[in-house]
């Protein structure tokens, strides 16, 4: 299954456990002067990379827990996505901070990760 299906069947089912969530896109884009632009070809000069979102390594789907107010940061992988350094020190610090952070590879990874009521 591929990982934006993933993150959708998640999204559904926080929400109906109680949290309010969204998906954050990351994104790069190359800016700088424009030499020349054709046929979707655009040569630029001072070129540089430009990212947006979140933070780098912030998780995919980030929200509240409604029940507890906790903060939620859940990095959503493949059964054979791996994890980048970056995600790890992020979701540790959200956990650090008394918030709700994991890597979900499926529907239940991701519900595992909610305070239980005896939690």
């Known amino acids: 299954m591929k990982e934006s ?3 959708s069947e998640i999204l559904l089912a926080l929400s109906q456990a109680d949290c309010l969530v969204f998906r954050v896109d990351t994104a790069g884009a190359w800016v700088g002067r424009v030499l020349h632009q054709e046929k979707g070809l655009v040569t630029l000069a001072n070129a ?39 995600q790890e020190n992020f979701i540790r610090a959200i956990n650090k901070s008394n918030g709700i952070a994991g890597i979900a590879r499926s529907v239940q990874d991701a519900l595992d990760l909610l305070p239980t009521s005896e939690s």
């Open 48 to 86: 540089r990379m430009i990212q947006a979102g979140l933070v780098r390594g912030g998780s995919d789907l980030i929200g509240i827990h409604k029940p507890t107010g906790r903060f939620i940061a859940i990095e959503v992988k493949t059964a054979t996505g791996r994890v980048s350094k970056e």
């Open 5 to 7: 299906n993933i993150q």
